[in-house]
């Protein structure tokens, strides 16, 4: 299979998606087309951002367009100064989310490195700075506060966390300021002896993980990481869930160890190669869940099996994109 062909075809049916406002067509049947209700501010961030993955390939300009667009209505719709002009963030429905803040600074950092429009690394920087000012006194982050009442909310997301790192080192690999790296391993000092994110399979903490390998090859890091890849790889519980974007975030999550920097006194050649190996099994797996137009439906045989939403594009196509690169057959 043609792997960047399978991510260009689900960009291109993203790139249908939009709508005048630049918002998509967030969510579904694949059946009739019939819309179904919902959106997510944060996933809409996302899109932009594999979108844009996609293109550095394909050079696609409908899909630039089209995420300018997307980009337009996210800062239009979702940006708002919390008790201070200096106090920048994504804000859908009263709730800061931190993988709101997240996803939306990896969307216009990623932008930026096309477009060199600087206002975008200015807003980038900005959500950045409100990130890491969420650090409360045990390094963790808060993931979620109030709007109206700056209240912070016992909800923990299993991505934010990752997400939020991830988005720090995209921006310090860009700007080379060093706080944002700095700040990043601080926090990671703390979670990789806690194995924060192993029992939750989390791809964007190999995602950042990998971003922290160029930097330092720390086996603290790496260890952290193949825990990650541990659990994914002994506890495969996903597949029999029979849904398409669990599947493509392992595949993500795998690529990204497959490709992370290893301490020099380390050879793990034959755990990489199971990696390979269930990447290339759940690729296979994807592609069940595939329609003509280049979408993917969520599976999981029960009433929202044939139901579309962007975000299970966003994942499919970051993982067969990611696989192009690797070089390999398939």
């Known amino acids: ?33 019939t819309p179904l209700k919902g959106y997510n501010a944060l996933r809409h961030a ?6 844009l993955d996609v293109y550095r390939d394909v050079s696609d300009k409908k899909i630039l367009v089209c995420c300018r667009q997307a980009t337009h209505y996210l800062l239009a719709t979702y940006l708002r100064f919390f008790r201070s002009y200096n106090n920048v963030c994504i804000c859908e429905d009263n709730s800061i989310k931190l993988g709101g803040n997240a996803l939306a600074t990896l969307a216009l950092v990623s932008l930026f490195e096309i477009t060199q429009d600087h206002f975008l690394l200015a807003i980038a920087e900005q959500l950045a700075q409100f990130m890491v000012a969420q650090r409360m006194e045990d390094n963790r982050l808060v993931h979620k506060r109030y709007f109206q009442s700056g209240k912070i909310s016992n909800f923990h997301s299993m991505y934010y966390t990752g997400e939020a790192l991830f988005a720090l080192l995209a921006l310090h690999r860009l700007t080379q300021q060093k ?33 922290l ?45 497959v490709r992370m920097k290893r301490p020099e006194d380390i050879d793990d050649k034959t755990l990489s190669e199971r990696c390979l190996e269930q990447i290339k099994y759940n690729l296979n797996r994807q592609l069940a869940f595939r329609l003509p137009d280049g979408s993917f439906v969520r599976g999981g045989n029960d009433r929202r099996k044939n139901e579309v939403r962007i975000d299970y594009i966003q994942h499919n196509i970051s993982s067969f994109l990611h696989f192009s690169r690797l070089g390999l057959s398939s």
């Open 1 to 33: 299979m043609d792997t960047l062909e399978i991510a260009h075809a689900g960009a291109t049916c993203l790139t249908n998606l939009i709508q005048k406002d630049g918002s998509f067509k967030y969510r579904y049947d694949s059946q009739d087309g």
């Open 46 to 51: 996302g899109t932009i951002w594999a979108l």
């Open 179 to 211: 706080h944002w790296y700095e700040t990043a391993r601080e926090i990671e000092n703390e979670l990789a002896p806690e194995d924060y994110g192993v029992k939750e399979q989390s791809h964007w903490m190999l995602y950042f993980l990998e971003l």
């Open 213 to 257: 390998s160029k930097h330092d090859d720390s086996p603290l890091y790496y260890l952290h990481a193949k825990k990650i890849v541990l659990h994914i790889l002994e506890n495969p519980e996903y597949l029999s869930w029979e849904r398409s974007t669990p599947i493509a975030c392992r595949s993500e999550g795998l690529m990204a160890f």
